[in-house]
Every structure is written in structure tokens, then in C-alpha cells.
């Protein structure tokens, strides 16, 4: 079994900075993508970014210039650095990972972290 855990969440004031990180762990052979979405109360969960096994990063616009994904492929390990925060980046974020093989059974999945929560308010 693939287990997401997600660290790094908090309360912080507009203009600030958080970091957050996702481990996977579990019999991993290869995890393709890695990223972050978020839901914010009474709106559809979004794509925050997303990073894959070679580099290739992908944004939503509205935290283009602010948030940086980086990766661990090593570790299996994805981070977002979210800096210059908005009230509006207030949401849920989770981790998911797209395209994980796994050796015990050998085969293919997607995963999802429990969440944790990004506060952005004074």
C-alpha cells in the first residue's frame, strides 16, 4: 500500500511564507507525478502545481511567480514553497501522486495525501 503524508501547514499572515512537504512511502518503483492541489470551502478542488519524474513543472496561474514545486525523485518526496501568501490561497491542500507503480502486487495507481490545512489570514 502507497501512503501520501503531508507536512508543513499552518496559520499564516498575508504576504508570508509556508512550506510544505509529501512523502510517499510504500513499495514504490516509480512515481511519474507529483503535486499539489487545493480546496478551499464551497469550491471544486484545483490544480496548485505539479511537477514530473523528469522536471517538467505545471502552474496554476494565479500562484505563477509566488509558489515553486521541487521534488525528490530520490526520496519520493515533493515540496511547495508558497511565498508572498494571498487570503485567497486559504484552502486545503493535497498531495497527489499520478502514475505510481509499486512492486508488491506489481502495477499501476494514483494516490492522494489526507490534506493539510493553509490559513492565510491577519
Known amino acids: 500500500q502507497v501512503q501520501l503524508l503531508e507536512s508543513g501547514g499552518g496559520l499564516v499572515q498575508p504576504g508570508g511564507s509556508l512550506r510544505l512537504s509529501c512523502a510517499a512511502s510504500g513499495s514504490i518503483l516509480r512515481i511519474n507525478v507529483m503535486g499539489w492541489f487545493r480546496q478551499a470551502p464551497g469550491k471544486q478542488r484545483e490544480l496548485v502545481a505539479t511537477m514530473t519524474i523528469v522536471g517538467t513543472t505545471n502552474y496554476t496561474d494565479s500562484v505563477k511567480g509566488r509558489f515553486t514545486i521541487s521534488r525528490d525523485t530520490l526520496k519520493n518526496t515533493v515540496y511547495l514553497q508558497m511565498n508572498s501568501l494571498k487570503p485567497e490561497d486559504t484552502a486545503v491542500y493535497y498531495c497527489?501522486?499520478?502514475?505510481?507503480?509499486?512492486?508488491?502486487?506489481?502495477?499501476?495507481?494514483?494516490?492522494w495525501g489526507q490534506g493539510t490545512q493553509v490559513t492565510v489570514s491577519s
Open positions: 497527489h501522486a499520478n502514475g505510481v507503480l509499486v512492486s508488491t502486487p506489481l502495477r499501476w495507481g494514483d494516490y
